[in-house]
């Protein structure tokens, strides 16, 4: 863990990306060069642009990235997809 943060779960992950995209599917939202325009700005419903929480919130996916990043097992794989994908999301709005 870096500084003591929660290690990302990919349940949870999975869970946030089917909240903000409101797409049909995990693997639907993980397309997110497709996703329509007006999808990517339902995170702005829940998390306000400016807010201290969103900017927390996109510093802890970073930092969970570098995390899983040097790691070798394949779930942690996964979840690196998963972050980088709310992370376009929220970088989208």
């Known amino acids: ?17 089917m909240l903000f995209s ?3 599917s995990v693997d639907t939202a993980i397309d997110v060069e497709n996703l329509p325009k007006q999808t990517a700005t339902r ?5 306000d642009k400016n807010s201290t ?3 927390s ?6 930092q969970s990235d570098a995390v899983c990043a040097n790691s070798d097992d394949s779930a942690d794989a996964e ?15």
């Open 53 to 55: 929480m969103r900017k």
């Open 1 to 17: 863990m870096c500084l003591g943060l929660p290690r990302a779960n990919e349940h949870l992950l999975a869970s946030l990306i």
């Open 79 to 93: 979840v690196r997809s998963y972050i980088g994908v709310l992370r376009c999301l929220l970088n989208k709005s």
């Open 43 to 47: 995170a702005d419903l829940f998390l």
């Open 22 to 24: 409101e797409s049909s």
């Open 57 to 62: 919130f996109v510093n802890w996916l970073v």
